[in-house]
C-alpha cells in the first residue's frame, strides 16, 4: 500500500510541475521519493531542478554546500553528485546557521524555478525543536513551494505539519514512510560524510596564498592566524557562488587556503568546522571563539 501512495504522489507530482519541497526526519527516504518524483518528471518530459539541501548527507555537491542539478534525462539521474550551482552553509548541521542554509536553499530554488518546470527540494532531517521548526518555517516562507510532502513513521511530523499549513498556503501532504527503508548508524553517516570530504579535496590540491581581507565574516589582522588552521571555507567567485570548498593552513607566518577549485577565487566563507586534510574527518568550531576567544 505504502508503495502505491509513493508512487502515485510522485506521478501526480511531476505531472503537475511547480516547487515541491520534502521533509521528514532522518531515514525517512526523502532522497529516494525525490528520485522517484523525478524519474516520472522525466517520462513526462519535464525540465528539472533538484536542489539538495541536506547539507549533512549530500548527494549534489559536497557537505556543507546547497547543491543544484539540472535534470533533463534519466542518465542525469544516474550521476547526481556534480552540481551546477553550490551555495556555502559551512556545517553538516542546521544548529546556529539557520540563516545560511535557509538563504542558500532559497537562493537556488530561485535560480531552478527560472529554468526547470519541476522543482524538487530534498532537506535536512532537522525537523523538531526550534531549530527544526525554524529551518522548515523560512524555508518555507522563502521558497514558496506548491507541495510540502512530509514522511513520517508516526506522528513526528504533526507540529511541523501543523505550523506550515497555519501559517501559508502551500499543500502538505503526508506520507507513510516506506518500510524498505534501511536506516543509516552514526558511524555510517559519518563515513559517508569523510567520504564527500575526500572527494572535494581530491587532488590536484594547490595551495593559494591569501590575505584577511579577503574573507567573510572579516577578520582582524591582529588576529593569530593559527587559530585558523584547518578552518573549511567555501570558495567564492565574486557573484554569490560557491566554487567548491578549501581549508585553511598557516605555516611558518603565511595563511594560505588549500583547494583545487582556486581558479576564479575572489573570496572565501569562513565555515564553522575544521577538515583534517589527511582523513577528511571534520569536528565542529564556534567562529567566534575562534576569532574573539568568546563562545556567547
Excluded at 503537475?16 to 523525478?38: E, F, R, Y
Excluded at 551555495?87 to 538563504?103: A, C, H, K
Aim: charged share 25%; glycine share 10%.
Amino acid at each position: 500500500m505504502t508503495e502505491i501512495q509513493h508512487a502515485q504522489l510522485a506521478a501526480d507530482t511531476a505531472a503537475a510541475g511547480g516547487v515541491v519541497m520534502l521533509v521528514g526526519a532522518p531515514d525517512t527516504g526523502k532522497t529516494t521519493l525525490s528520485h522517484q518524483i523525478m524519474t516520472e518528471g522525466v517520462k513526462a518530459g519535464k525540465s528539472i531542478a533538484y536542489v539538495d539541501a541536506d547539507v549533512g548527507q549530500s548527494t549534489v555537491g559536497p557537505p556543507t554546500c546547497v547543491g543544484l542539478r539540472w535534470i533533463n534525462s534519466a542518465d542525469d539521474l544516474d550521476n547526481l553528485s556534480k552540481a551546477v550551482e553550490l551555495r556555502v552553509v559551512g556545517s553538516t548541521s542546521p544548529e546556529r546557521l539557520v540563516l545560511q542554509q535557509v538563504l542558500a536553499t532559497a537562493t537556488l530554488v530561485d535560480v531552478g524555478r527560472r529554468s526547470a518546470d519541476l522543482v524538487v527540494i530534498d532537506t535536512t532531517g532537522a525537523v523538531s525543536g526550534v531549530v527544526g521548526q525554524t529551518l522548515k518555517y523560512h524555508k518555507m516562507e522563502l521558497c514558496r513551494p506548491e507541495l510540502v510532502v512530509a514522511l513520517q513513521r508516526g506522528a513526528e511530523m504533526e507540529p511541523v505539519i501543523g505550523m506550515l499549513r497555519r501559517f501559508f498556503a502551500g499543500r502538505v501532504e503526508t506520507l507513510p514512510v516506506d518500510p524498505e527503508v534501511a536506516p543509516v548508524s552514526p558511524h555510517e553517516r559519518s563515513e559517508l560524510r569523510q567520504a564527500g570530504f575526500a572527494v572535494a579535496f581530491e587532488d590536484p590540491l594547490e595551495r593559494w596564498r591569501v590575505r584577511p581581507t579577503v574573507f567573510a565574516p572579516t577578520i582582524s589582522a591582529g588576529l593569530d592566524f593559527a587559530r585558523l588552521n584547518g578552518v573549511l571555507v567555501g570558495v567564492q567567485d565574486g557573484e554569490g557562488r560557491c566554487l567548491g570548498l578549501g581549508a585553511l593552513e598557516y605555516d611558518e607566518g603565511v595563511l594560505r587556503v588549500v583547494t583545487n577549485c582556486g581558479e576564479g577565487m575572489q573570496g572565501l566563507r569562513l565555515g564553522s568546522l575544521r577538515v583534517d586534510l589527511k582523513n577528511h574527518k571534520v569536528q565542529r568550531v564556534n567562529l567566534r571563539e575562534v576569532m574573539f576567544g568568546l563562545d556567547r
